[in-house]
């Protein structure tokens, strides 16, 4: 499996020669000209993970590319691609694209602040045979599936405290993980949370932020 960390939460993955894009949204400019893709996957409908202005551009220079997303999205926001290619992605429910399976786990966006709405959110569980798992959660650390190989932790969040991501880390115990959801931190903030991820849970933490992409 070939993860390609494309800022903030936007995740490219690549199993034998099948290409899917998880949440390119309006924080993140590295998934911008992605061709040959397999699938787009969103797990909600927060700019941050679903860009409004630049996502139907991407779905026409991918007319081959499922849309897979949670429920909630396409009814918000504008995909630019007619009903046929969108198939909702409910928690609990499973897909297939090519050589990757898709699980969607979890159904809530962590909660912000009571004031504001719930929305949906499903995390995202990618497995292929003889691949490493992979969890890209979205914006919620309530779901903690087990057999997860690589996570993609959220790294910052208005909704969320370093030591919430801590413990949600500790309790998927990935051997592996990297962050994601770090858009709105500077370097130094980065760092010092990669550092404590790093000394305080169980994972080998990996720092893709420089776009290239890695093999698990």
């Not at 898709?102 to 990618?126: F, K, S, T, Y």
């Not at 405290?161 to 051997?175: G, I, L, N, Q």
């Amino acid at each position: 499996m070939q993860i390609t960390h494309l800022g903030h939460s936007a995740v490219l993955v690549e199993v034998e020669g099948t290409r899917l894009l998880i949440d390119p949204g309006a924080f993140s400019t590295g998934w911008h000209g992605l061709t040959d893709l397999d699938a787009v996957l969103f797990t909600h409908l927060h700019p941050d993970h679903v860009d409004a202005a630049r996502v139907p551009a991407l779905l026409t220079a991918n007319p081959g590319a499922r849309v897979l997303t949670e429920p909630g999205v396409p009814a918000a926001v504008d995909l630019g691609v007619e009903e046929s290619r969108v198939t909702p992605l409910p928690a609990g429910s499973t897909h297939a694209v090519g050589a990757i399976g898709i699980e969607a786990v979890g159904g809530e966006h962590a909660v912000i602040h009571r004031d504001i709405p719930m929305i949906g959110n499903v995390g995202l569980l990618l497995r292929a045979e003889g691949q490493p798992t992979l969890f890209h959660p979205g914006d919620s650390l309530a779901a903690v599936p087990s057999g997860v190989d690589v996570l993609a932790v959220p790294t910052h969040a208005p909704w969320a405290a370093m030591k919430e991501h801590v413990d949600f880390m500790r309790a998927v115990a990935a051997p592996q993980a990297f962050p994601i959801h770090d858009g709105l931190l500077n370097q130094v903030g980065r760092g010092m949370l990669l550092g404590r991820y790093a000394e305080m849970t169980p994972s080998e933490v990996l720092d893709l932020a420089d776009g290239q992409p890695r093999t698990f």
